[in-house]
């Protein structure tokens, strides 16, 4: 293979051992797609659309690219030069991150080495193919091709030329082409660490060429962005045109801090390919002149290429405490998801025995939270509602209590209600009178009549009262359980996802949690469904004392009520509860007693039927056996009414305890201690213990793949952090003197630079120095 030779004097003092190494490890970063991450230090061109950027790359590369006046960039070239002994070029594809996994592989697998570069026209164009351009409608394309050539006369020096900016569409540019070209160079611009190559044709006033103003967009200060100037040579000598583009070298028209560079491309139409002639035309043109003016340094493709390889030695050192730090921060992202993915587990026994270990530590963690005990981390602050959700106990006891709360308020299908008139009850509710609801009752007892005497009701009538009001249990006990299962859930996730690892956490679940909740649910609706059986489905039945005393209480507040209104009628007072002393005569007229009456006593002389009158009792007796009920069928509901109340009492505290104890406690309780239990990881069958604790063919290759991009980061930041005090590197962009515009060459490198700047006897430093802004003489 045959490379144009190029001059090496200048080249060997760039290409410092160290400064090999340092390129190099930046390189392998880019390589291996860190980039996707980390925006690394490179150099980009960048232009309007046939602006030469491509004979530049060709002119740097000593590669022959198969340029011509009508064809354009379709795709990121990325240009990586290297000093070797061996001589080669190795073309390939480098998939966006936008492809999917088959395109990826396919792309990936585009690798080639020439043997000569005539054969780079064609391969060429086989890449255009397997991206997809003009093939699948597509004229551009977003994915990188990578050409890599090495030499021993090769400079160090990696260059991303971008597709050339497009100003208007036309049949084989659609408008989503012109977005799509600009995306991307907006893309490689916006990268805060990439050296901006603005290619600006002299053939085209400069104000009017896109690339510009796109890079004063992404870098506005122009710390970043070094101009370049193409095809000097077809602006008519003396020429307004001329002097301006020699202005705009000079950096007075459009200022970047790295200033401007001008090449004479070669020319295509005339058919010149050779490079060596291009080199020697373009000396010659910048000998004669107007452009004689300009300093060598900042003419001619030689000095470009040793300019650009110190601008990018200089701009890793700068970015060098930036770029460990981001590194560092990917380093330890990849080995959080290395340690999320455990040990590797290749046998059964290390996945069983890798079970056990979360089976003790999930057991643990369960005890703990059933006890009450909230002494680990895993607990956090009862303040966060994580924290709270983490507490097993505490929610199931403030889920009982609530549970408790509500059924007592809401359990009874009929609610008594002293006012009568609309009134607002839950949906399971009916608000009735006392009244209406023995009315109720009367027409149950007539259609359910059987051979009981008058003022007595079939015992059934209770069952079946007893089963109306208890309706509400079943949907407000459902409802609880739902409740304590899913605090149990979030609890179990919890506690599952805090002992083992992401790659486990899905098989945990899948394969033992998630079917064991479901069991646990089943479970708890099945025991939920036979504590209500006996009050839906059975009879009435108590040996509670609670139900008599209640029963005989209601009878006492009954005839209470009834012999009320009669002593209060009877002795004309307000109410029973009045305490008044009062003196009666047989006619009943109240006067005010006499001074001896005390009121307290049975034996007071003034109370005699002689002297002031005396109580008609024959008539208050009377009175009170009068008010006794007389409807037997009344009666009889009044009776069924305060059995069915007595009885709900006594069922309904039966079935808070039963739910509480036998539902949510034994069955939880028992579950939970099963689930996941060491001596249930022992016994499980072998295939499951893979599936659970084995890892995927995707784990795997994640693991190999998290890995390798850990070594590669871990090495790329070792040698990053070697070269942080190396010497000879110094700062891109120096502040300039008065009148110097700073070539990315010491002044004692160029030729004659007295009309623009001063001489110095060297420019080399420490990093450390160039930081401070302090130079060495």
């Known amino acids: 293979m045959v490379l144009r030779q190029f001059s090496t004097s200048s080249l060997d003092a760039l290409c410092a051992e160290e400064h090999l190494e340092l390129l190099d490890s930046v390189d392998t970063l880019r390589l291996q797609g860190i980039s996707h991450y980390i925006s690394l230090p490179q150099i980009i061109v960048c232009g309007d659309q046939s602006s030469g950027k491509s004979s530049v790359l060709e002119a740097i590369s000593g590669v022959s690219f198969p340029v011509k006046s009508n064809l354009c960039t379709r795709f990121p070239t990325e240009l990586v030069l290297r000093k070797s002994p061996d001589i080669g070029v190795k073309v390939s594809i480098v998939p966006h991150h936008s492809r999917n996994h088959v395109e990826r592989d396919t792309l990936l697998r585009f690798h080639e080495e020439l043997q000569s570069f005539e054969g780079l026209p064609n391969l060429i164009e086989n890449a255009k193919a397997a991206m997809g351009i003009f093939t699948n409608g597509k004229a551009f394309s977003n994915d990188l091709l990578r050409v890599e050539v090495s030499g021993p006369d090769r400079p160090h020096l990696t260059i991303v030329d971008l597709p050339g900016l497009i100003h208007s569409e036309t049949k084989l540019q659609s408008a989503a082409d012109v977005a799509l070209v600009q995306d991307v160079v907006q893309s490689y611009m916006k990268q805060r660490r990439s050296i901006i190559l603005a290619v600006v044709s002299a053939k085209n006033d400069f104000a009017n060429q896109i690339v510009l103003r796109l890079a004063r967009e992404a870098d506005p200060s122009g710390q970043r962005t070094l101009g370049v100037i193409t095809k000097p040579d077809t602006l008519v000598e003396g020429s307004g045109s001329e002097l301006q583009f020699v202005s705009l070298a000079k950096n007075q028209e459009v200022s970047f801090r790295l200033g401007w560079h001008v090449l004479k491309n070669m020319d295509t139409e005339r058919g010149t390919s050779d490079l060596s002639v291009r080199g020697e035309e373009e000396a010659e043109f910048f000998s004669q002149g107007i452009w004689e003016d300009l300093p060598r340094a900042h003419v001619g493709i030689d000095t470009l290429r040793q300019r650009l390889s110190k601008l990018l030695l200089g701009q890793i050192a700068a970015e060098l405490p930036s770029l460990i730090h981001e590194i560092q921060s990917e380093i330890d992202k990849c080995a959080k998801r290395l340690e999320n993915l455990g040990e590797p587990r290749a046998t059964l026994k290390e996945q069983r025995s890798y079970l056990l270990h979360i089976s003790q530590c999930f057991q643990t963690l369960v005890r703990s939270g059933l006890d009450g005990s909230y002494n680990t981390s895993f607990f956090e602050s009862a303040h966060s509602e994580n924290g709270y959700n983490k507490r097993m106990r505490a929610v199931i006891q403030n889920l009982n209590e609530d549970f408790a709360q509500h059924i007592n308020e809401n359990g009874h299908y009929r609610r008594i209600s002293n006012t009568k008139g609309r009134r607002r009850t839950p949906d399971t509710q009916l608000c009735v009178t006392r009244e209406e609801y023995l009315q109720h ?65 899905g098989a945990l679940l899948k394969e033992v949690v998630e079917p064991a909740l479901s069991d646990l649910l089943k479970n708890m609706e099945a ?251």
Not at 451 to 466: A, K, Q, V
Not at 480 to 491: D, G, L, P
Not at 603 to 618: E, H, V
């Open 441 to 505: 009752i009367e027409m149950l007892l007539r259609r359910t009549r059987g051979r009981e005497l008058p003022g007595t009701f079939n015992p059934m009538i209770i069952n079946d009262l007893f089963k109306e009001q208890s309706q509400p249990w079943q949907k407000i006990a459902n409802s609880h359980v739902t409740k304590v299962w899913e605090a149990t859930k979030t609890f179990i996730y919890a506690a599952v996802a805090d002992v083992s690892d992401m790659a486990t956490l």
């Open 527 to 777: 025991r939920l469904t036979e504590l209500l059986e006996p009050h839906q489905g059975g009879h009435t039945i108590t040996y509670n004392h609670s139900f008599t005393e209640d029963l005989q209480k209601a009878r006492r507040d009954i005839m209470k009520d009834r012999f009320s209104g009669v002593l209060t009628d009877f002795f004309d007072v307000p109410n029973i509860t009045t305490s008044v002393d009062i003196y009666y005569k047989n006619n009943n007229q109240q006067e005010q007693p006499d001074q001896d009456y005390c009121g307290n006593c049975g034996n007071c002389n003034s109370y005699t039927s002689d002297s002031r009158g005396k109580f008609n009792l024959y008539m208050l007796l009377n009175s009170l056996l009068k008010s006794a009920e007389t409807d037997m069928i009344r009666y009889a509901a009044r009776e069924a009414l305060d059995c069915t109340l007595a009885y709900y009492k006594v069922a309904l505290k039966r079935f808070i305890d039963g739910v509480a104890t036998d539902v949510v406690e034994t069955i939880l309780t028992k579950s939970l201690n099963q689930l996941l239990s060491p001596i249930g990881v022992h016994d499980m069958p072998d295939a499951l213990v893979s599936r659970i604790a084995g890892e995927s063919k995707e784990n795997r290759d994640l693991r190999e793949q998290l890995s390798k991009k850990l070594e590669t980061l871990e090495n790329g930041s070792k040698t990053c952090r070697r070269f942080v005090n190396i010497q000879g590197i110094k700062d891109p962009a120096p502040e300039p003197d008065v009148g110097y515009v700073y070539s990315g060459l010491s002044p004692v490198e160029s030729k004659e630079t007295t009309r623009v700047g001063k001489k110095s006897k060297g420019n080399l430093s420490t990093y450390h120095d160039v930081k401070r802004g302090l130079h060495k003489e």
